[in-house]
Protein backbone atom coordinates (compact mmCIF):
# COMPACT_ATOMS: atom_id res chain seq x y z
CA UNK A 1 0.00 0.00 0.00
CA UNK A 2 0.97 3.12 -0.78
CA UNK A 3 2.30 5.78 2.66
CA UNK A 4 1.23 9.43 2.75
CA UNK A 5 1.91 11.57 -0.08
CA UNK A 6 2.43 15.08 -0.36
CA UNK A 7 2.69 17.48 -3.29
CA UNK A 8 4.55 18.86 -4.24
CA UNK A 9 7.85 18.41 -2.61
CA UNK A 10 9.51 21.36 -3.35
CA UNK A 11 7.87 25.13 -3.61
CA UNK A 12 9.15 28.66 -3.76
CA UNK A 13 6.89 31.45 -3.03
CA UNK A 14 7.53 35.25 -2.65
CA UNK A 15 6.42 37.07 -0.23
CA UNK A 16 2.65 38.00 0.34
CA UNK A 17 1.78 35.48 -2.35
CA UNK A 18 -0.95 32.22 -1.08
CA UNK A 19 0.40 28.80 -1.57
CA UNK A 20 -1.91 25.24 -1.14
CA UNK A 21 -0.18 22.05 0.08
CA UNK A 22 -1.61 19.03 -0.38
CA UNK A 23 -2.00 15.23 1.08
CA UNK A 24 -3.12 11.94 0.61
CA UNK A 25 -3.49 9.82 3.59
CA UNK A 26 -2.94 6.43 3.55
CA UNK A 27 -6.00 4.46 2.45
CA UNK A 28 -8.42 3.90 5.13
CA UNK A 29 -6.89 6.85 7.08
CA UNK A 30 -9.94 8.92 8.32
CA UNK A 31 -7.81 11.11 10.08
CA UNK A 32 -4.71 13.81 8.62
CA UNK A 33 -2.77 16.49 10.54
CA UNK A 34 -0.55 19.32 9.92
CA UNK A 35 2.36 19.72 10.66
CA UNK A 36 5.35 22.50 10.46
CA UNK A 37 9.00 22.12 11.10
CA UNK A 38 11.33 24.84 11.11
CA UNK A 39 15.00 24.27 10.02
CA UNK A 40 16.83 22.48 13.50
CA UNK A 41 13.88 22.53 15.16
CA UNK A 42 10.89 19.51 16.17
CA UNK A 43 7.65 19.48 13.94
CA UNK A 44 5.24 21.63 15.55
CA UNK A 45 1.19 20.83 15.03
CA UNK A 46 -0.74 23.21 13.10
CA UNK A 47 -4.33 21.35 12.78
CA UNK A 48 -6.22 18.13 12.52
CA UNK A 49 -8.78 16.96 10.79
CA UNK A 50 -11.10 13.91 10.97
CA UNK A 51 -14.37 13.24 9.21
CA UNK A 52 -13.96 16.41 7.64
CA UNK A 53 -14.51 18.00 11.08
CA UNK A 54 -11.63 20.56 12.52
CA UNK A 55 -10.90 18.46 15.75
CA UNK A 56 -7.86 20.20 16.92
CA UNK A 57 -5.60 23.45 15.95
CA UNK A 58 -2.14 24.61 16.95
CA UNK A 59 -0.88 27.97 17.91
CA UNK A 60 -0.54 29.68 14.20
CA UNK A 61 -2.61 32.59 12.95
CA UNK A 62 -5.54 32.93 10.92
CA UNK A 63 -3.43 32.96 7.92
CA UNK A 64 -3.09 29.37 7.98
CA UNK A 65 -6.42 27.42 6.95
CA UNK A 66 -7.22 23.68 6.01
CA UNK A 67 -9.56 21.37 4.86
CA UNK A 68 -10.49 17.56 4.36
CA UNK A 69 -12.66 16.33 1.43
CA UNK A 70 -14.92 13.46 1.18
CA UNK A 71 -11.95 11.21 -0.09
CA UNK A 72 -9.96 12.56 3.11
CA UNK A 73 -7.43 14.01 1.46
CA UNK A 74 -6.63 17.06 3.02
CA UNK A 75 -5.03 20.71 1.60
CA UNK A 76 -3.25 22.93 3.65
CA UNK A 77 -3.55 26.73 2.48
CA UNK A 78 -1.83 29.86 3.80
CA UNK A 79 -2.23 33.32 2.82
CA UNK A 80 0.03 36.38 2.87
CA UNK A 81 3.43 34.39 3.21
CA UNK A 82 6.38 35.64 5.16
CA UNK A 83 9.56 35.01 5.22
CA UNK A 84 9.22 32.89 8.43
CA UNK A 85 6.52 30.39 6.84
CA UNK A 86 9.82 29.03 5.10
CA UNK A 87 9.63 25.40 6.46
CA UNK A 88 9.17 21.35 5.61
CA UNK A 89 5.26 21.03 5.93
CA UNK A 90 4.30 17.97 7.15
CA UNK A 91 1.09 15.61 7.15
CA UNK A 92 0.21 12.62 8.98
CA UNK A 93 -2.75 10.56 8.45
CA UNK A 94 -3.97 7.97 10.98
CA UNK A 95 -6.99 5.64 11.28
CA UNK A 96 -9.09 7.38 13.89
CA UNK A 97 -8.73 10.65 15.63
CA UNK A 98 -7.14 8.87 19.01
CA UNK A 99 -4.74 6.41 17.32
CA UNK A 100 -1.34 6.66 18.62
CA UNK A 101 0.34 5.75 15.32
CA UNK A 102 0.41 8.33 12.62
CA UNK A 103 2.22 7.91 9.42
CA UNK A 104 4.08 11.07 8.34
CA UNK A 105 4.77 11.56 4.49
CA UNK A 106 7.92 12.81 3.36
CA UNK A 107 7.03 16.75 3.51
CA UNK A 108 6.85 19.81 1.40
CA UNK A 109 9.47 22.06 1.22
CA UNK A 110 8.61 25.66 0.97
CA UNK A 111 10.60 28.62 0.84
CA UNK A 112 9.64 32.55 1.31
CA UNK A 113 12.13 34.56 -0.31
CA UNK B 1 1.33 19.90 28.39
CA UNK B 2 3.76 17.96 30.32
CA UNK B 3 7.32 18.22 29.44
CA UNK B 4 9.95 16.24 28.28
CA UNK B 5 13.31 16.91 28.65
CA UNK B 6 16.16 14.71 26.67
CA UNK B 7 19.78 15.43 25.62
CA UNK B 8 20.16 17.00 22.16
CA UNK B 9 23.08 13.97 21.28
CA UNK B 10 23.90 10.51 22.17
CA UNK B 11 26.71 8.79 20.00
CA UNK B 12 26.70 5.20 19.80
CA UNK B 13 28.71 2.28 18.06
CA UNK B 14 27.17 -0.15 15.68
CA UNK B 15 26.05 -3.60 16.46
CA UNK B 16 25.75 -1.88 20.23
CA UNK B 17 22.79 -1.50 22.52
CA UNK B 18 21.74 2.53 23.10
CA UNK B 19 19.76 4.23 25.80
CA UNK B 20 18.27 7.01 25.13
CA UNK B 21 16.66 8.67 28.32
CA UNK B 22 13.68 10.95 28.88
CA UNK B 23 12.54 12.55 31.67
CA UNK B 24 8.47 13.60 32.09
CA UNK B 25 8.53 14.80 35.44
CA UNK B 26 4.95 16.52 35.28
CA UNK B 27 3.38 13.64 33.55
CA UNK B 28 -0.39 13.03 34.46
CA UNK B 29 -1.91 9.63 35.26
CA UNK B 30 -3.22 9.46 31.69
CA UNK B 31 -0.57 10.30 29.41
CA UNK B 32 1.11 8.06 27.27
CA UNK B 33 5.15 8.26 26.40
CA UNK B 34 5.70 7.89 22.91
CA UNK B 35 8.59 7.74 21.09
CA UNK B 36 9.01 9.11 17.13
CA UNK B 37 11.94 9.31 15.56
CA UNK B 38 13.24 11.47 12.21
CA UNK B 39 15.83 10.10 9.88
CA UNK B 40 17.44 12.79 7.70
CA UNK B 41 15.67 13.99 5.05
CA UNK B 42 11.97 11.96 5.76
CA UNK B 43 9.18 12.67 8.15
CA UNK B 44 8.71 11.51 11.94
CA UNK B 45 8.22 7.39 11.81
CA UNK B 46 6.40 5.80 15.39
CA UNK B 47 8.65 3.90 17.49
CA UNK B 48 6.86 2.54 20.44
CA UNK B 49 5.02 3.80 23.26
CA UNK B 50 3.69 2.68 26.70
CA UNK B 51 1.57 4.03 29.56
CA UNK B 52 3.15 2.12 32.45
CA UNK B 53 4.88 -1.17 31.91
CA UNK B 54 7.90 -1.98 29.78
CA UNK B 55 7.26 -2.50 26.31
CA UNK B 56 8.81 -4.17 23.57
CA UNK B 57 8.54 -4.19 19.90
CA UNK B 58 10.36 -4.82 16.99
CA UNK B 59 12.33 -2.14 16.79
CA UNK B 60 12.88 -1.14 19.89
CA UNK B 61 12.19 -1.40 23.77
CA UNK B 62 10.52 1.25 25.98
CA UNK B 63 11.18 1.30 30.02
CA UNK B 64 9.44 3.13 31.83
CA UNK B 65 10.75 4.57 36.01
CA UNK B 66 7.73 2.91 38.43
CA UNK B 67 6.63 6.37 39.21
CA UNK B 68 6.44 7.31 35.46
CA UNK B 69 8.63 10.37 35.54
CA UNK B 70 11.55 9.42 33.03
CA UNK B 71 11.49 6.57 30.64
CA UNK B 72 13.99 5.34 28.20
CA UNK B 73 14.23 3.82 24.68
CA UNK B 74 16.44 0.93 24.23
CA UNK B 75 17.70 0.41 20.44
CA UNK B 76 19.20 -3.16 21.46
CA UNK B 77 22.10 -3.00 18.60
CA UNK B 78 22.83 0.13 16.57
CA UNK B 79 23.05 0.23 12.87
CA UNK B 80 23.80 3.29 10.74
CA UNK B 81 20.61 3.66 9.70
CA UNK B 82 19.15 4.05 13.23
CA UNK B 83 21.05 7.46 12.74
CA UNK B 84 18.31 9.84 13.18
CA UNK B 85 16.63 12.82 15.73
CA UNK B 86 14.32 10.94 18.26
CA UNK B 87 11.40 12.40 19.94
CA UNK B 88 9.86 11.52 23.69
CA UNK B 89 6.40 12.95 23.59
CA UNK B 90 3.53 12.76 26.15
CA UNK B 91 0.15 12.04 25.16
CA UNK B 92 -3.18 12.07 26.60
CA UNK B 93 -5.68 10.34 25.33
CA UNK B 94 -7.90 12.76 24.31
CA UNK B 95 -6.25 12.81 21.14
CA UNK B 96 -3.31 12.46 18.86
CA UNK B 97 -1.59 15.78 18.27
CA UNK B 98 1.68 15.58 18.92
CA UNK B 99 3.87 18.35 20.62
CA UNK B 100 7.28 17.57 19.64
CA UNK B 101 10.36 19.16 21.52
CA UNK B 102 14.07 19.37 20.76
CA UNK B 103 14.73 15.38 20.82
CA UNK B 104 18.09 13.56 21.14
CA UNK B 105 19.75 13.52 17.40
CA UNK B 106 21.93 10.15 17.62
CA UNK B 107 25.25 9.22 15.95
CA UNK B 108 26.13 5.73 15.38
CA UNK B 109 29.97 5.43 14.37
CA UNK B 110 30.54 2.10 12.13
Known amino acids: DAGVTQSPTHLIKTRGQQVTLRCSPI?????VSWYQQVLGQGPQFIFQ???????GRGNFPDRFSARQFPNYSSELNVNALLLGDSALYLC????????????FGPGTRLTVT | DAKTTQPNSMESNEEEPVHLPCNHS???????IHWYRQLPSQGPEYVIH???SNVNNRMASLAIAEDRKSSTLILHRATLRDAAVYYC???????????FGGGTRLMVKP
Open chain 1, 92 to 103: ASSLGLKDYEQY
Open chain 1, 27 to 31: SGHKS
Open chain 1, 49 to 55: YYEKEER
Open chain 2, 26 to 32: TISGTDY
Open chain 2, 50 to 52: GLT
Open chain 2, 89 to 99: ILLNNAGNMLT
